[in-house]
T-cell receptor
């Protein structure tokens, strides 16, 4: 299967700081999504981004499929950004492979 | 989460009992995926279904676990003779032809 590695595994930020989360994958994909799992366990869609760049408020994401990585940028972080960020990829939509996540803690 | 409904949200079972978890995709979504998440861990793929068909069940234990997605009604993940190690959060994710996944809020199973 496709190996998905996320880095860093843990991240502590002071409120207002910026950060970049990375997702590397081992094989060609035609679907990549970023999710945020909040402290209550809900999984929220952030970006559906098989390639290119998208922005949504303070968040943006870039996927370079040919180089097998995606980046999630968080600017001006807020305490509500805390939680775990997951990257998920698939090639043929049969199975989505998840990374182990980046656990983010934003301190006030 | 685009209206993906899972129930029950919380389920407590004693060892040896059966657990049934339900997932109702939003209208137009015919792809259902079940994932299991242990505390402080990532999401582990269990099974991928389309209406009336199991497409990939490579992540599901061979014994005690089964899944279905009938023509009418929700997808059901069934765990027979539960053991303590089955305690986890079970998430259903659904998608349509765009390939974008949407998750339900999960069912948290506790086995006493």
């Amino acid at each position: 299967g496709i190996q998905v590695e996320q880095s860093p595994p843990d991240l502590i930020l002071q409120e207002g700081a910026n950060s970049t989360l990375r997702c590397n994958f081992s094989d060609s994909v035609n679907n990549l999504q970023w999710f945020h799992q909040n402290p209550w366990g809900q999984l929220i869609n952030l970006f559906y981004i098989p390639s290119g760049t998208k922005q949504n408020g303070r968040l943006s994401a870039t996927t370079v499929a040919t180089e097998r990585y995606s980046l999630l940028y968080i600017s001006s972080s807020q305490t509500t950004d805390s939680g775990v960020y997951f990257c998920a990829v698939t090639y043929n939509f049969n199975k989505f492979y998840f990374g182990s996540g980046t656990k983010l803690n934003v301190k006030p | 989460n685009a209206g993906v409904m899972q129930n029950p949200r919380h389920l407590v079972r004693r060892r040896g009992q059966e657990a049934r978890l339900r997932c109702s995709p939003m209208k137009g979504h015919s792809h259902v995926y079940w994932y299991r998440q242990l505390p402080e861990e990532g999401l582990k793929f269990m099974v991928y279904l389309q209406k009336e068909n199991i497409i990939d069940e490579s992540g599901m234990p061979k014994e005690r676990f089964s899944a279905e997605f009938p023509k009418e009604g929700p997808s059901i993940l069934r765990i027979q003779q539960v053991v303590r190690g089955d305690s986890a959060a079970y998430f259903c994710a659904c998608g349509g032809n765009t390939g974008e996944l949407f998750f339900g809020e999960g069912s948290r199973l506790t086995v006493l």
